[in-house]
């Protein structure tokens, strides 16, 4: 039942936590990460339902024209002459 982390190839946790206590850019990806999530949190909390209701309509519009699904046009010999 259980498999053994080495069994899987992935490194043991106090081994990746040890390591990335060596590594620096790894501290500031992690503050990056969670300065950029709680900007975004903080700009969805501000915005005014108008706003939201907007941006849902766009997105929408963005799913519907993907959907669509045309065909790629075949090209002729006299196009690929352009």
């Given at each position: 039942?259980?498999?053994?982390n080495?069994?899987?190839?992935?490194?043991?946790?106090?081994?990746?936590?040890?390591?990335?206590?060596?590594?620096?850019?790894?501290?500031?990806?992690?503050?990056?990460?969670?300065?950029?999530?709680?900007?975004?949190?903080?700009?969805?909390?501000?915005?005014?339902?108008?706003?939201?209701?907007?941006?849902?309509?766009?997105?929408?519009?963005?799913?519907?024209?993907?959907q669509?699904?045309?065909?790629?046009?075949?090209?002729?010999?006299?196009?690929?002459a352009?």
């Amino acid at each position: 039942m259980g498999a053994r982390n080495s069994a899987q190839g992935r490194r043991p946790a106090a081994l990746a936590a040890a390591e990335a206590q060596d590594d620096p850019s790894v501290a500031l990806k992690l503050i990056y990460v969670t300065l950029s999530r709680f900007m975004s949190w903080m700009v969805l909390r501000i915005r005014s339902d108008a706003t939201k209701e907007i941006e849902i309509l766009v997105l929408r519009h963005q799913l519907a024209v993907l959907q669509r699904g045309t065909p790629r046009p075949r090209m002729s010999w006299p196009d690929r002459a352009v």
